[in-house]
């Protein structure tokens, strides 16, 4: 049987796929987002950039919900991640984003897992809600990354 920390995450899940999927006053939405199951890991959704690209840029993201509201002094959401879990996020190869949800409220707020980060992460900066501009935003960094990025295989044991 579910306990109450599941069904928080389940609806975390639906808040971020209502967030990024929003349409924000245009013809079609900035994100297609796919969830990965929950058996994946660490990640939840792999979400892709609606463009007209061949091959559309994506990103992954991992999801915290949460009923423990904000820290007193910096406003910050509670949410757990162990450093195992960061160290992974890191060094994730695309681009790799930890959104967490204020359950109660239904807001959801992003930060990037890039750099130097290696420890356990209890709080997150509410600096960025999945809002127009964020969104806005995180679609131009992805589409950036994956243009100046040669990703291509050149060589490969399994040629054809």
């Given amino acids: 049987m579910a306990d109450a920390k599941d069904y928080i995450g389940k609806r975390g899940e639906f808040v971020i796929g209502e967030k990024l999927i929003d349409f924000c006053g245009r013809p079609l939405p900035f994100f297609d987002p796919h969830p990965l199951g929950e058996k994946c890991g660490i990640f939840d ?17 991992s999801a915290k919900a949460t009923k423990k509201g904000m ?16 160290q992974a996020m890191v ?27 290696k420890g356990a992460i209890s709080s997150i900066p509410t ?16 589409r950036s990354y994956w243009k100046t990025l040669d990703h291509k295989l050149k060589n490969s044991k399994f040629q054809m």
Avoid: Q
């Fill in 45 to 61: 959704f792999l979400v892709e950039l609606v463009t007209n690209d061949k091959t559309p840029p994506y990103f992954l993201v």
């Fill in 71 to 86: 820290t007193k002094k910096s406003l910050e959401l509670k949410v757990g991640v162990k450093a195992r879990n960061v």
């Fill in 91 to 117: 060094r994730c190869p695309v681009p790799a984003y930890l959104i967490g949800v204020d359950e109660p409220a239904a807001e959801a707020y992003i930060v990037s897992m890039h750099g130097n980060l």
């Fill in 127 to 142: 600096t960025y809600p999945l809002d127009a501009a964020t969104l806005t935003d995180l679609w131009t960094e992805v």
